[in-house]
């Protein structure tokens, strides 16, 4: 039973380019987000989902996109990366929504140079 | 929007003392969790506290929920090594689909 599976762990781009962080989990959790962690900033939420084809906004929605076509997977895309979107990005998931314990991945740490 | 304060902000103390983390705010929350979270990984929930006044313990941590939903706090009886980390608490307000989180405490026990 893997949980929340992010890839990949570690990435570099250089500002332009786009690229999709993946989000895979394995325990049938209708609610899915990505939150970003930058220092003194603590954990800020990017996007969420509350099933298959429903997403909605969060804190820090501009310059990411998603979509969840599956109740397993939500990737997060960068189409144009800028050296602002430098973090850790976190998927979280939840059997419904922030009421419920939210699941993590370990993480993909982006830097965008 | 809602927000969550965490004092303090950094924590260096020896193993075998007690320690207090505290998180506030000025709204009402209708739930609050409390994460843990190691280096290179995802905070991992450690409880959630939902009744104002409520008391919940977890071995030697003891977490509380203030009478009106709008604060709580983590006490540590005789912090070991393995306490060390980021220490996030989290709460659940307005909307459902929202979690906001503080911005932490990092916690160091040293042996």
């Known amino acids: 039973n893997a949980g929340v599976t992010q890839t990949p762990k570690f990435q570099v781009l250089k500002t332009g380019q786009s690229m999709t962080l993946q989000c895979a989990q394995d325990?049938?959790?209708?609610?899915m987000s990505w939150y970003r962690q930058d220092p003194g900033m603590g954990l800020r939420l990017i996007h969420y989902?509350?099933?298959?084809?429903?997403?909605d906004q969060g804190e820090v929605p501009n310059g990411y996109n998603v979509s969840r076509s599956t109740t397993e997977d939500f990737p997060l895309r960068l189409l144009s990366a800028a050296p602002s979107q430098t973090s850790v990005y976190f998927c979280?998931?939840?059997?419904?929504?922030?009421?419920?314990?939210?699941?993590f991945g370990n993480g993909t740490r982006l830097t965008v140079t | 929007t809602q927000l969550l304060e965490q004092s303090p902000q950094f924590l260096s103390i020896q193993e075998g003392e007690n320690l207090t983390v505290y998180c506030n705010s000025s709204s009402v929350f209708s739930s609050l969790q409390w994460y843990r979270q190691e280096p290179g990984e995802g905070p991992v929930l450690l409880v959630t506290v939902v009744t104002g006044g409520e008391v919940k313990k977890l071995k030697r941590l003891t977490f509380q929920f203030g009478d009106a939903r709008k604060d709580s706090s983590l006490h540590i009886t005789a912090a070991q090594p393995g306490d060390t980390g980021l220490y996030l608490c989290?709460?659940?307000?307005?909307?459902?689909?929202?979690?906001?989180f503080g911005k932490g405490t990092l916690l160091t026990v040293n042996p």
């Open positions: 325990m049938n959790h209708e609610y």
């Open positions: 989290a709460g659940c307000g307005g909307s459902n689909y929202k979690l906001t």
């Open positions: 979280a998931t939840s059997v419904n929504g922030g009421a419920s314990p939210l699941h």
């Open positions: 989902s509350v099933g298959a084809g429903i997403t």
